[in-house]
């Protein structure tokens, strides 16, 4: 069983959470806390698989101890907001985060989003990434998003329409009945020639700018 850290400064958005960690045969709940000025030290003594997050608007604290974590510990950040703001989700990728759900996600999505983020992979729920698609892109930008799509080939923009919708390497491989290496290859040229640091940037990166349709 994967190890679980929780940290919600709600007592009952924090309970919920905890039932529904616990209903996982796959998770293991190992620590909650509800100040996330103790999130570094648990996540250190207890090296969960995943950390789950609840956050209340902007609160800048967590901001910051994401990326404190983020410098010494590989554990992937699942953020649960309940935000409706494209800059506070881009502030959330810049701190750390892996995948971000908002409260109003369902339970399979909520589900899909701690499996997929404990196996150390990218996952959006359909708000977060229809808040991303939501703004209209500027006559620069369609440039510039269709000079990023001829530089792609089309395996590659296969590839990458899978990465958005949050399919991890392996399953990408069955999928297109291509081996991980192969995968992990494209994957690798994707962010080269998009000049993307990170999955999550080029996630962001593609649904911005209507490079794959989600």
């Known amino acids: 069983m994967l190890k679980v850290v929780l940290a919600d400064s709600q007592y009952l958005t924090r309970a919920g959470l905890a039932v529904l960690i616990k209903q996982n045969p796959l998770l293991s709940l190992v620590s909650e806390v509800?100040?996330?000025?103790?999130?570094?030290g648990v996540i250190a003594k207890m090296q969960p698989a995943l950390a789950v997050v609840g956050l209340q608007g902007s609160e800048e604290?967590?901001?910051?101890?994401?990326?404190?974590?983020?410098?010494?510990?590989?554990?992937p950040f699942l953020v649960i907001s309940d935000t409706h703001d494209k800059t506070q989700v881009r502030r959330l990728l810049s701190a750390g985060a892996t995948s971000i759900l908002t409260k109003t996600c369902n339970q399979d999505q909520l589900k899909k989003g701690l499996e997929?983020?404990?196996?150390?992979?990218?996952?959006?729920?359909?708000?977060?990434?229809?808040l991303i698609e939501s703004d209209p892109i500027k006559s620069v930008d369609e440039i510039e998003s269709?000079?990023?799509?001829k530089s792609l080939t089309s395996r590659e923009l296969e590839v990458l329409e899978l990465i958005v919708k949050g399919l991890p390497t392996v399953k990408i491989a069955e999928k297109?009945?291509?081996?991980?290496?192969?995968?992990n290859s494209h994957r690798k040229n994707i962010l080269k020639k998009l000049d993307m640091k990170s999955p999550a940037e080029l996630i962001v990166h593609a649904l911005e700018q209507g490079l794959v349709k989600y």
């Open 146 to 149: 269709q000079d990023d799509a």
């Open 34 to 40: 509800d100040s996330f000025h103790r999130l570094p």
């Open 61 to 75: 604290n967590l901001l910051s101890q994401i990326r404190q974590i983020r410098k010494s510990s590989k554990t």
């Open 176 to 183: 297109m009945h291509l081996s991980f290496h192969t995968i």
């Open 116 to 130: 997929v983020t404990a196996s150390g992979e990218k996952y959006f729920c359909r708000g977060i990434a229809k």
